[in-house]
């Protein structure tokens, strides 16, 4: 019949589902995508509008944002160290455009927005910079963050603009900056092969996948724990392997789960940390549901390093990693002893901790108990 409206069939029925699922989805990474980069310039507005004229600012001088750190974390507030509070206040000299092309919408939605924000003009700004507008509806703070730290306005735009165009995670990001695209282009004859070559093989952004940016979980207050998406699987096999430990009387105390430490620019998250009192060291337990890798054992031992150098204290031993690594027939476990060079060292640490061979036999009771794979 002419005009009638045809009948959904099954297959109708799951593309409306996923197409549904899929703006939504883009439409809330955005927006809160959106929400967190205006909060964080505004904290960069706030701190340069206070160096430059707040009536007591003479009295905290250079330790204002380490001062500034202590209170905010006092006052309940995550991801307010004085490091952070540095990159808010970078990427507002960076940026501070954005806030001159926003919408009265987007302006209101923050009180910064009513300061009398002082003009910060980059001389060497090129007329052609993306304007602010679209940057925030294109990139995550995380990208900004990253451009942020490219003193070359030149150079920093060109970022912009080929990240825009590529749609690029910040990874791909990254990777770009460090393999010297700019630096490559600037010397390629055929720029327009160059960057078809690199839109090819470059890792796309997804909504989905932005939404899970650190950034954006502590900013709505989800868990660490969150953040790194651990399965089922994984997060029940960390229950019983901490009991496991706590129970073995061995010395085992639990400090820590899901860990998270900062090396350079990169946060990395230790599935169980212990302290042991018998030979006074920090023990890491990284798991993974998966065959062995080397680049597990590397990320153990980076981890472990770390420990090292930033959480010993005076008496403490070296610390030590434990990799676990599962399959359904195969158990793995690995110790990481970084510059552990003193076999006296190593030998007291087999005498105190679980053989390997008892932590397989746990693993492999729990593995078929818990998910039975």
Not at 222 to 240: F, H, I, N, P, Q
Not at 292 to 312: A, D, S
Request: hydrophobic letters at 40%.
């Amino acid at each position: 019949m002419a005009g009638r409206q045809k009948k959904m069939d099954f297959a109708s029925l799951v593309y409306a589902i996923r197409q549904v699922d899929e703006q939504c989805s883009a439409q809330a990474g955005r927006a809160v995508n959106v929400t967190l980069t205006l909060r964080n310039l505004a904290i960069g507005c706030y701190i340069r509008e206070y160096e430059q004229h707040g009536a007591d600012r003479a009295e905290y001088g250079e330790g204002l944002l380490d001062r500034l750190a202590d209170r905010l974390r006092q006052e309940g507030m995550i991801r307010m160290d004085s490091r952070e509070l540095r990159r808010y206040r970078q990427f507002y000299l960076v940026y501070s455009r954005i806030w001159r092309s926003l919408t009265p919408e987007l302006q209101s939605l923050l009180p910064a927005s009513r300061l009398p924000i002082q003009e910060i003009r980059e001389s060497l700004t090129p007329e052609f910079a993306v304007d602010g507008n679209t940057l925030i509806n294109h990139l995550s703070f995380t990208h900004l963050n990253e451009l942020s730290a490219i003193e070359d306005p030149l150079k920093r735009t060109f970022y912009e603009i080929e990240c825009i165009r590529g749609n690029w995670s910040v990874r791909e990001l990254k990777r770009q900056i460090a393999t010297l695209y700019y630096e490559r282009s600037g010397l390629s004859h055929n720029k327009e092969k160059l960057a078809e070559l690199i839109k090819s093989t470059a890792e796309r952004s997804e909504h989905k996948l932005m939404i899970r940016d650190p950034y954006i979980f502590e900013f709505l207050g989800l868990r660490s724990k969150e953040v790194m998406g651990e399965s089922d699987l994984e997060d029940a096999l960390l229950d019983k392997i901490q009991d496991f430990l706590l129970e073995l009387g061995h010395g085992f105390c639990f400090e820590a789960r899901q860990k998270r430490i900062l090396i350079g620019k990169t946060h990395g998250f230790v599935d169980l940390v212990f302290f042991h009192r018998i030979i006074k060291c920090h023990v890491l337990v990284e798991l993974k549901v998966d065959e062995f890798k080397h680049e597990y054992l590397g990320q153990l031992n980076t981890y472990v390093t770390w420990y090292r150098k930033n959480m010993m204290s005076d008496g403490d031993n070296p610390p030590v990693g434990l990799l676990l690594c599962t399959q359904k027939d195969h158990v793995l476990v690995e110790y990481a002893l970084a510059g552990m060079d003193n076999k006296l060292f190593v030998s007291k640490y087999q005498l105190e901790l679980p053989k390997k061979e008892e932590i397989q036999r746990f693993l492999e009771e729990k593995v078929k108990e818990v998910g039975n794979v």
